[in-house]
Nanobody, 126 residues
Framework: QVQLGESGGGLVQAGDSLRLSCAAS????????MGWFRQTPGKEREFVVV????????NYADSVKGRFTISRDNAKNTVYLQMNTLKPEDTAVYLC???????????????????WGQGTQVTVSS
C-alpha cells in the first residue's frame, strides 16, 4: 500500500505560481510511475503530467506544457508539481497518483493508476 498526500494548493491570481507536493508513505515511490491529474466538479479527472520511475521521462498535457514542471525526489519519497503562469482555467483539485506497472502509452488514463491522494485545491482568480 502507498499512501499519498498532496499539499501546496491555495488561492492565487492569474500569472502567479504555486508548487504542489505529493508525499508518499508506506512504500518507496521509486517503484512507481507518478502522475498528476486535476478535477473540477461534474467533470472527469483530467491528465496533467506523468513522470517515469527514474524521472528520465515526462509527458505533459498540451494545456500545461511550458508552464508546469514535474519532478521527483525518490530519496524524499516526494513528487513535485511546479506551476507557473497560472490561468483561471487551471482551477481544480489536483491529485497525485501512483502506478506500479511498467511504462505504457496509456499513462494519461486515470484507470491505470493504483493509488491516489485526496487532492489539494488550486484556485486561480482572474
Amino acid at each position: 500500500q502507498v499512501q499519498l498526500g498532496e499539499s501546496g494548493g491555495g488561492l492565487v491570481q492569474a500569472g502567479d505560481s504555486l508548487r504542489l507536493s505529493c508525499a508518499a508513505s508506506g512504500r518507496t515511490i521509486s517503484n512507481y510511475i507518478m502522475g498528476w491529474f486535476r478535477q473540477t466538479p461534474g467533470k472527469e479527472r483530467e491528465f496533467v503530467v506523468v513522470v517515469s520511475k527514474s524521472g528520465s521521462i515526462t509527458n505533459y498535457a498540451d494545456s500545461v506544457k511550458g508552464r508546469f514542471t514535474i519532478s521527483r525526489d525518490n530519496a524524499k519519497n516526494t513528487v513535485y508539481l511546479q506551476m507557473n503562469t497560472l490561468k483561471p482555467e487551471d482551477t481544480a483539485v489536483y491529485l497525485c497518483a501512483a502506478d506500479g506497472g511498467p511504462w505504457r502509452s496509456t499513462y494519461s488514463r486515470s484507470q491505470q493508476y493504483d493509488y491516489w491522494g485526496q487532492g489539494t485545491q488550486v484556485t486561480v482568480s482572474s
